[in-house]
């Protein structure tokens, strides 16, 4: 099949940020600074890879959620600030 890639790149590179993490969980300090790194490094892995600007993402989606003040954000909230949500593309895609 032509569609398939010819080589694992991305599996390659999965396990070497994993190895790479290892490395920086070290300096979490606890559990909930280990939590806090794995899933600030899930978002950015994800925003980069639909190839988005991460700083400018983060800096949105903070933004956006910066006032908000229940304990509970609801997932209609939530599915507007998604990488893949076209407004989210469009603020936030890579400068050609």
Do not use: Q
Request: aromatic fraction near 8%.
């Amino acid at each position: 099949d032509p569609l398939v890639a010819a080589h694992n790149n991305s599996s390659e590179e999965a396990f070497v940020s994993i190895a790479r993490g290892r490395h920086n969980w070290l300096f979490a300090y606890s559990e909930d600074g280990a939590r806090a790194l794995t899933v600030l490094s899930s978002i950015t892995k994800t925003v980069r890879r639909c190839g988005l600007n991460v700083l400018k993402y983060l800096e949105l989606v903070m933004n956006r959620f910066r006032e908000w003040c229940e304990p509970v954000i609801p997932s209609d909230v939530i599915e507007r600030v998604l990488p893949w949500n076209d407004e989210i593309r469009e603020l936030c895609g890579l400068s050609v």
